[in-house]
């Protein structure tokens, strides 16, 4: 669900965290990436929030069955 997504459209999911970093392969790792950083698949994301947010982003992010 949050592949395509900017950084700066997750409270349209109802998230109130904040990603710090993005690692993305074969590429440094990316410090207070902008809201219009968009996330890709293969993304790996720091984020700081309540432990909510972090369960509700861990489920937008799983994928698809």
Excluded: Q, W
């Amino acid at each position: 669900v949050l592949v395509n997504t900017p950084l700066g459209d997750l409270s349209t999911h109802g998230l109130r965290a904040t990603v710090v970093a993005i690692k993305r392969e074969d590429e440094p790792l990316r410090l207070k990436p902008g809201p219009t950083e968009v996330l890709r698949a293969g993304d790996r994301v720091v984020v700081v929030g309540d432990h909510e947010d972090l369960n509700r982003l861990g489920e937008l992010a799983a994928p698809s069955a």
